[in-house]
């Protein structure tokens, strides 16, 4: 599994046991809720906590906040983070201590187990093949942040704890009465009458008069508060606007083409078309059917049948439906078994059936190109485009920068401003923070910048889709509660819901009251409710009118005949009879009682590791390893104080 322990298994085992038990004996009464400020004896004002050696300051947790939020629909907002800060420094503080750790039980991640796990990810090897260093490089910048060192290393902690969390729920285990007592939980099936009790159903019978309605709208209302609204006017400077007031030399081109001579070096390259038959999670006989099958196809290829037709009908992969073609390959983009047969094969070629990590491969060179460099003129419109975007995306900003000077200089003047500078006035209607609208669809920083200036000012550009935008705030309603007659039609359909869902509840006691000493049928007929009668249902069945049948628990312990309720299931209130309840047929327990076994032995570990954490937590409590810095929180935190 990993070096030390295969060499110590039973010392690691030992030490394990020792370190747990110590901290259990403080006992369970630390939860998974956020650390407990405590001690603020931690050095320097930006140190948010202390575990061990290891330090968290304000940077780093403003980096790890940034990183959760980059890719959420929360976007940049600040005002969500005094709300996760919390949470986000209490994983941080957990992840040093569960590091310190494996380290201190000597666990660690070796290279090739890093680099196992990034052969893993198919977004890194597509077919494959690499995707190659740059375009790696720029997925884990835009995806995450991080430079390729920082990924790489977030990735081998994250197996550093995979492997902590394995050696602790190494010892879990589940007994045969608790695989037993769980297949007879999970097959035991009931059948019920029901009535259910749905407030729809007394929404006529609810009476609206004008002083209910005035007292549940007085008990109610923040329920009607009405948010902030704003309302902005902003040009956008498109690339139309400026793309006539540029062009490009053919200096200027010249010169970039000699600049960047590296970039037009083309590498010793070979164009491959391929047929995948895929190996990933197959089972050795699926495998060596696969072999045959392949063996077959190169056979046929041999004899003259056209490769891109094999490909399309037994390859794959994506490729398949263009014949199999690949396209140009690098050395160092695919693995090594694909990459000698490529390099190795002359245009026209067809490889051996080719074993690698994810599948068997016939591949065929159609062309190859040794290392050369390209010629000015072959990549003279490339760089011509380049050249011009550039020059488009500067006239862009300067003139964006120009017209915001003047505008944040006479705030009053921004129609004509912008008018004299050929550019059309828009403005748009109130509206609430997080509304999308046309021209700027869900962007975070229109959002952001639109509820943090003053009414009257202008903001500094900044880019959209359609090019580069200005905006001046030009009205600021403030959050309110608004009169009862603005919002008197969703109150009175409110207090319509409200009072329908009250009635149901009464009438559903008074049936359950009634057919408790008397016929469920029969009151049902003379009350008006229609009975319904379930099919045989497990727990994990569905009920129809209702919903899962483990919101009826109830139905499982009560002998045939009895009755339960009202019970709450999704807003409704069911009254129902236990007509049957079936045991389960022992004859089906030798085959499901391998995957309860397993699903109870994940459940296991997942406990195992969930008190090891808890615990471990109060033990560094308790031993002063683990300090907290409750004024450095309380003022990273005051600084998002009012922001959006």
């Known amino acids: 599994m990993f070096r030390v322990f295969k060499r110590h298994r039973e010392k690691v085992k030992k030490y394990l046991l020792v370190f747990f038990l110590s901290i259990v004996s403080i006992g369970m009464v630390v939860t998974l809720a956020p650390l407990p400020v405590g001690n603020s004896n931690v050095n320097g004002s930006n140190v948010l906590a202390t575990i061990g050696s290891d330090k968290i300051t304000t940077t780093d947790l403003q980096e790890s906040l940034q990183s959760r939020l980059r890719n959420s629909p929360l976007g940049n907002d600040a005002a969500i983070i005094p709300a996760i800060a919390g949470t986000v420094l209490n994983d941080m503080v957990m992840q040093h201590a569960l590091t310190q750790q494996a380290r201190a039980?000597?666990?660690?991640?070796?290279?090739?187990?890093?680099?196992?796990?990034?052969?893993?990810?198919?977004?890194?090897?597509?077919?494959?093949?690499?995707?190659?260093?740059?375009?790696?490089?720029?997925?884990?910048?835009?995806?995450?942040?991080?430079?390729?060192?920082?990924?790489?290393?977030?990735?081998?902690?994250?197996?550093?704890?995979?492997?902590?969390?394995?050696?602790?729920?190494?010892?879990?285990?589940?007994?045969?009465?608790?695989?037993?007592?769980?297949?007879?939980?999970?097959?035991?099936?009931?059948?019920?009458?029901?009535?259910?009790?749905?407030?729809?159903?007394?929404?006529?019978?609810?009476?609206?008069?004008?002083?209910?309605?005035?007292?549940?709208?007085?008990?109610?209302?923040?329920?009607?508060?009405?948010?902030?609204?704003?309302?902005?006017?902003?040009?956008?400077?498109?690339?139309?606007?400026?793309?006539?007031?540029?062009?490009?030399?053919?200096?200027?081109?010249?010169?970039?083409?000699?600049?960047?001579?590296?970039?037009?070096?083309?590498?010793?390259?070979?164009?491959?078309?391929?047929?995948?038959?895929?190996?990933?999670?197959?089972?050795?006989?699926?495998?060596?059917?696969?072999?045959?099958?392949?063996?077959?196809?190169?056979?046929?290829?041999?004899?003259?049948?056209?490769?891109?037709?094999?490909?399309?009908?037994?390859?794959?992969?994506?490729?398949?439906?263009?014949?199999?073609?690949?396209?140009?390959?690098?050395?160092?983009?695919?693995?090594?078994?694909?990459?000698?047969?490529?390099?190795?094969?002359?245009?026209?070629?067809?490889?051996?059936?080719?074993?690698?990590?994810?599948?068997?491969?016939?591949?065929?060179?159609?062309a190859k190109q040794s290392a050369h460099l390209q010629t000015f003129a072959e990549v003279k419109d490339s760089i011509q485009h380049t050249l011009l975007e550039r020059k488009v995306a500067a006239a862009q900003q300067a003139l964006a920068q120009s017209l915001e000077n003047k505008l944040a200089a006479h705030p009053n003047q921004f129609k004509a401003l912008s008018q004299q500078a050929g550019l059309a006035v828009h403005e748009t209607p109130l509206f609430k923070y997080n509304t999308t609208l046309p021209d700027f669809g869900s962007s975070q920083a229109f959002q952001n910048l639109a509820f943090q200036l003053q009414a009257n000012q202008v903001g500094q550009p900044f880019n959209i889709p359609k090019g580069v935008a200005i905006i001046q705030v030009t009205q600021i309603v403030p959050p309110h509660v608004p009169s009862l007659s603005e919002v008197q039609t969703t109150v009175e359909q409110d207090y319509r819901n409200a009072q329908a869902k009250t009635l149901a509840a009464q009438k559903a006691k008074a049936f359950a009251q009634a057919v408790q000493k008397g016929n469920l049928q029969a009151i049902a007929k003379t009350d008006g409710y229609a009975v319904k009668e379930s099919k045989d249902f497990s727990r994990q069945g569905y009920i129809d009118g209702v919903g899962s049948a483990s919101d009826?628990?109830?139905?499982?312990?009560?002998?045939?005949?009895?009755?339960?309720g009202p019970v709450s299931v999704g807003g409704r209130k069911v009254v129902f009879q236990v007509t049957s309840r079936t045991p389960p047929n022992e004859s089906d327990f030798s085959a499901q009682q391998d995957q309860i076994r397993e699903e109870l032995l994940d459940q296991a570990r997942n406990l195992a590791w969930e008190i090891y954490r808890e615990n471990l937590k109060a033990h560094l409590i308790r031993t002063g390893r683990l300090k907290m810095n409750p004024a450095a929180l309380k003022t990273f935190l005051a600084s998002y104080a009012g922001q959006r």
């Open 552 to 564: 009826l628990s109830a139905a499982f312990t009560l002998s045939p005949g009895q009755i339960a």
């Open 105 to 366: 039980m000597g666990l660690e991640v070796s290279n090739q187990e890093l680099r196992a796990a990034l052969v893993a990810e198919p977004w890194l090897y597509q077919s494959g093949r690499f995707i190659g260093v740059a375009q790696y490089e720029n997925i884990v910048q835009e995806e995450t942040g991080m430079s390729v060192p920082e990924f790489e290393g977030q990735l081998r902690q994250s197996l550093l704890l995979d492997k902590l969390r394995s050696v602790i729920s190494d010892g879990a285990e589940v007994t045969p009465a608790e695989v037993q007592a769980s297949f007879i939980r999970r097959n035991t099936k009931a059948k019920i009458q029901y009535v259910v009790f749905d407030p729809s159903q007394f929404q006529k019978a609810v009476q609206v008069n004008p002083k209910a309605l005035q007292t549940y709208f007085d008990q109610h209302r923040d329920a009607y508060r009405v948010p902030e609204e704003r309302q902005v006017q902003y040009v956008i400077i498109g690339t139309d606007q400026v793309r006539s007031q540029v062009s490009v030399t053919n200096q200027e081109m010249q010169d970039y083409y000699t600049r960047r001579l590296s970039d037009y070096r083309v590498p010793d390259r070979v164009k491959v078309a391929q047929i995948l038959f895929k190996t990933t999670g197959k089972s050795p006989q699926e495998i060596a059917a696969l072999k045959k099958t392949a063996a077959s196809v190169l056979a046929k290829i041999k004899a003259g049948a056209h490769f891109g037709q094999m490909a399309e009908q037994y390859s794959e992969d994506a490729s398949a439906a263009n014949g199999g073609l690949i396209g140009w390959i690098t050395h160092g983009q695919t693995v090594k078994s694909f990459e000698d047969a490529a390099f190795t094969l002359n245009p026209g070629q067809v490889s051996h059936v080719i074993q690698t990590s994810y599948g068997l491969v016939i591949i065929k060179v159609l």
